[in-house]
C-alpha cells in the first residue's frame, strides 16, 4: 500500500477539478508502473483497494509455492529499490509491501440488481494485513512460515530481521530468473462485453454509454459504511 496518499489527497482536493484531473493521472502513472514490475517478474494483479494493489503469483504443477513466494517476494524488492520515494506535488510517496503464501479462494458474489464483484479470500489475505501492521514504509515483509519456506525450500537465501514471532523484514534474496513465458492472454470476445459489464461500478458504466474515452476523477464527500466477513477466510 502507498503510505502519503491521503495526504496528497487532501493537498489537491484544495484544487477542485483541476486538482482532481492532477490526482487521477498521479495514480495511474503510478500504478502502471507497478503493474509492469509485477507482471516483469511472473505476478497478475488481482485487485486494487484504494491506494493498496493485489497481486497474486501461482503455484502449480511447475511452481511449488516457494518459488512463487521467492517470485513475490523478489518482486517487492525490485519494486522498493525502483519505485519507492516518489515525490509528486511536495508529498513523498513510499511503499509498505507485505507477502504471504497459501490458498486463496477467488469467488464471484452477488447478482443483486444485476452487479457482481470478484473478490478473494483465505488465510493470507489476513496475514498480509497483519504483516503490513509492522512494517514501515520502504519496507517489504513477510510471515515467519513464508520466511521458513525460503530458507528450507529454496536457494533465496533471505536476509533480514525477525521483528516478531510471526513476521520478517526481508532485506534482500538471491536472485531468482525472471526470463520465462508468460502464460498466453485470451483477448476479450464481443459475446464477453455484457457479462463484463456486470463487474463494473454504475458510475462507470454511465461514463461508457456517454461515449467517454477515459473515466474522469471526482471527489465527493461521502458517509463510508465498511462491512467485513471475516469468516470467509
Known amino acids: 500500500d502507498i503510505s502519503g496518499f491521503t495526504n496528497l489527497t487532501e493537498r489537491l482536493a484544495r484544487l477542485g477539478a483541476m486538482g482532481t484531473a492532477r490526482l487521477t493521472g498521479i495514480v495511474n502513472e503510478y500504478f502502471q508502473q507497478l503493474l509492469e514490475l509485477v ?91 497483519d504483516v503490513s501492521r509492522h512494517v514501515t514504509p520502504g519496507q517489504v515483509g513477510t510471515t515467519a512460515s513464508l520466511w521458513d519456506m525460503l530458507v528450507q525450500e529454496t536457494h533465496a537465501e533471505p536476509a533480514g530481521l525477525a521483528i516478531n514471532e510471526r513476521v520478517w523484514r526481508v532485506d534482500a534474496v538471491k536472485a531468482i530468473d525472471t526470463t520465462f513465458t508468460m502464460r498466453e492472454l485470451h483477448a476479450v470476445r464481443a459475446e464477453h462485453g455484457e457479462q463484463l459489464r456486470q463487474y463494473l461500478p454504475g458510475a462507470v458504466l454511465e461514463r461508457i454509454r456517454m461515449g467517454h474515452a477515459s473515466f474522469l476523477g471526482e471527489l465527493r464527500r461521502l458517509t463510508l459504511l465498511f462491512i467485513n466477513l471475516p469468516e470467509l477466510n
Open 39 to 129: 507482471h516483469r517478474h511472473g505476478g497478475a494483479v488481482a485487485k486494487f483497494a484504494g491506494d493498496a494493489m493485489i497481486a497474486l503469483w501461482r503455484a502449480d504443477d511447475d511452481t511449488s509455492l516457494a518459488e512463487s513466494g521467492w517470485r513475490a517476494v523478489q518482486c517487492a524488492l525490485d519494486i522498493q529499490q525502483k519505485r519507492n520515494a516518489f515525490n509528486v506535488d511536495g508529498v513523498s510517496l513510499t511503499l509498505r509491501i507485505a507477502v504471504a503464501s497459501g490458498t486463496v479462494s477467488m469467488i464471484h458474489v452477488g447478482g443483486v440488481f444485476n452487479r457482481w464483484e470478484f473478490a478473494l479470500a483465505g488465510p493470507p489475505l489476513v496475514q498480509v494485513g
